[in-house]
């Protein structure tokens, strides 16, 4: 499971179905630090990329699967560190461009050419996932946590 994924992949030259496994760490992705989420562990990546003989938006390539991360988060009520693991299902439709409707369950993701860039909807999908105001269930803030009043 430690081997790393591609960050981008040639549909043109991509065979029919593969199974993409692999984890990815996160200072691959600059983009979550910035947005202030810190993977404890490479996030696990296991999805599969189907794409059809004459690939058009009509006949998308998809990308089904799930992401699994763990991720460290500012608490915005304490500003404490917090645990938070992101589990997510993604059913991806390649499309050429973002005005094309995809199914109903799908997320479009519009392609430069026939380049599928997997590292950065990697990083989109973790960073959709995270909660955009992240709390602890109960803040422990220094010098009020009692150790037994829990409720
Ligand atoms: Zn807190």
């Known amino acids: 499971m430690q081997r ?12 029919a179905k593969q199974q993409l496994d692999g984890s990815v760490a996160g200072e691959r ?23 059809p003989e004459f690939r058009s938006d009509a006949r998308p390539a998809e990308v089904s699967g799930r992401i699994v991360a763990l991720a460290s988060l500012q608490c915005q009520r304490c500003m ?7 589990e997510s ?8 461009s973002d005005s094309t409707e995809v199914d109903e369950d799908a ?7 026939d380049r599928f860039e997997l590292l950065e909807a990697v990083t989109d999908e973790l960073l959709l996932a995270v909660p955009s105001y992240p709390r ?16």
């Open 29 to 51: 992705m600059p983009r979550l630090s910035e947005a202030g989420v810190e993977l404890l562990r490479p996030a696990e990546v296991s999805v599969c990329l189907t794409v």
């Open 89 to 96: 299902q993604v059913f991806w439709q390649l499309v050429a």
């Open 80 to 86: 404490g560190s917090m645990e938070h693991r992101i």
């Open 136 to 151: 602890h269930a109960e803040c422990a803030l220094p010098g009020t946590h009692s150790g037994s009043d829990d409720n």
């Open 107 to 113: 997320e479009p993701i519009v392609l430069e050419g």
């Open 4 to 15: 790393p994924l591609p960050v981008w992949i040639d549909l043109a030259r991509a065979r």
